[in-house]
């Protein structure tokens, strides 16, 4: 089988991954370098730390980001925000939870299982802490994770200077940039175009010119054009020098401020922004290294990159297909945390061997979808 993957993020580099051990022919599609737009994440593999966007408390919570300078909105697709106030206070249904469980549970060991062939990419199963500088914005997120869907383990924990912590044992971490270096190895057998794709038709003609049996659409935000409700929300990544001056060894996260802190072999990670935005402006990145330098002490900046959190209305992500077409989009801020699950379950719907994930493929339909099938 010939099967195109256009986007080289990780979860289009998952998809190879898995799509190569069933023997597919893969070519991938990237504009610019294999993990272009994933490898400014923290690293942290955090599935059960998921976000439900269409409910008033996050937009409240936005709100609030926004005021504080956490978050900015420039710009808005708008068939996600129509999407969005459609299904404001929606539950998702009780299948779609169990369909996330699992997911996390697969993520999470897809990991472990290639750090114990060769951890060659930092892979620490030191679980996640979540710092509070206020005592109410704690009291609350712990009630938040007594009524979570995932049941996480976690435990309270005292930490100087803040007012506490909420610590997630089970949670992992990757070094996103040399993660990337050890699937590309995986993939080897992938052919790679570098070249930004203008053109698909849903019977799996590229730009006028090549045909595949499959097409996998796993380019991120990009997806708004076939008429997916996709909303960018850009975040910014940090590698620096320096040391973590809070006497905290888990990789952690400034809550109030989007801003998480992960301590690789050679760098610390510094992540944050959530700012609603399609444009290439980095310019607010400065502001989130100036909340991490209140507990990191700097000494030197490697490099800045940044990304853009392909945000489904609700936060679930979207898989389905569509005549040749499969599409894998919109796990919004855990790409990284689903991205083995993501990439299992694209190849499996890719091989035939999955007609339908329900929940997950609900916009996937041709009355849904902008695409010339000439």
Known sequence: MEVAVIGGGIVGLFTAYYLLKEGANVTIYEKAFLGNGSVHAAGLIEPYRFDKINSVAMIRKMLKYKKLGVTDIKSVNTS????????????????????????????????????????????????LLELYYDKNALEKAIEEEKQSPFKPKFEVIDVKNFAGGVYFPELSKVDTFKFIDRITREIAKAKVIIKEVGRVTSNGVIDGG????????ASGISLRKFGLPVMAFKGYGYRVKGNINIGVNYPFV??????????????????????????????????????????VDINYVYDLTMGYRPCSPDGFPIIGQYDSLVFSTGACRLGWSFAPAMGKMTSDMVLGRVSSYGYLSRYISGRNLRVDSR
């Open 210 to 217: 090549e045909k595949y049996d499959r097409v996998v659409l």
């Open 80 to 127: 996600w925000l129509f999407a969005l106030l459609a299904e404001l206070e929606r539950p998702a249904p009780s299948e779609a939870w169990e369909i996330m469980r699992s997911m996390a549970s697969f993520s999470l060991r897809e990991y472990k299982n290639l750090a114990e062939e060769k951890n060659d990419f930092d892979y620490e199963e030191s679980g």
């Open 254 to 295: 400034l809550a109030e401020y989007g801003v998480a802190v992960a301590k690789n072999t050679d760098n610390i990670k510094i992540t944050g922004g959530f700012d609603a935005d399609f444009s290439d402006d980095s310019s607010r990145a400065e502001f989130f290294l100036s909340m991490a330098s209140k507990v």
